[in-house]
């Protein structure tokens, strides 16, 4: 296929650029597209050195899909422009997320929903996909009918500029900030924006795709937190249930679904750690057990690379999934 990749020096473009080669994507041509700052620069992909080239550029490219990782607004400006040109664009943004007329997929969940017309798809937030691939296996057999979770979320998440500034106030030296308050030996309960009913968006996504990938009738609650992490992102999760179960159940269903990995011992220290998840693909669960304050309930700790399942795998996984139905060229 001939491939872009929009936004390909930002933290989640690089990622791509590693997971396309790390599965050994067939790619006839790529094209990479960055800011006007990084234009005529290159970057080296498979031993090969690829100059970035403007948006305009590669629209007049023929092109089979295009990953966006770029943000929202040029989300927005540029994506129906290339699906109208007959490119299959899969947006790692939250432009599309909630648009009723584009699908939100997590390959595992909701993969086989997907058809030829489906020219824009939404990749989901990152906290969402690590979640919901932890629960999707739960709720498809016993029901879930109340989720209570929250995140502790990488600074990865912000972008270059929050790395940055946690090195720099690790190492005692002013610069840009990405956040009010310093990160360093710090947790700030700030993901994204807040609305006006007190939620950040990064909490309310959580509920919202919930909704939209897995079922609308499951009562979501949401608590997001930045923590000084680079790893990924680890989320406390309390689940009500429709059936009652045991708890020997629920963790044999577990280790025994796709892109999950059961790391629950607690006798030998054995849990997930964002320190063991960067890099993988894999979505880590432990420390499962029943919740005895309420009947039917369990709490679970997922742990995922962000940038990885949250982001590009799941991007690539969306692509190749297309392509092998026969959906782009």
Known sequence: MNLAVIGATGLVGEEILKVLQEKKIKINELTLVASNKSIGKTINFNNNNYKIISIEEALEKKLDAAIFSAGKELSLK???KFANYGVTVIDNSSAWRMDKTKKLIVPEINGEELNYEDKIIAN????TIQMLIALAPIH???GITRIIVSTYQSITGTGRVAVNQLNNEYNEIEGEMAYKYQIHQNAIPHCDDFEENGYTKEELKLI??????????????ATAVRVPIIGGHSESINLTLDKSF????????LSESTGVKLQDDPKNFEYPMPVYAKGKDDVFVGRVREDFSCENSLNLW???DNLRKGAATNAIQILQLINSKGFIS
């Open 302 to 304: 997922v742990v995922s």
């Open 78 to 80: 540029w994506a129906t």
């Open 208 to 221: 919202n795709e919930t909704h939209k990938i897995l079922d609308s009738n499951i009562s979501v609650t």
């Open 124 to 127: 989901p937030n990152c906290s």
């Open 140 to 142: 498809f057999k016993y």
């Open 246 to 253: 045991q708890i020997d159940d629920i963790k044999k269903l």
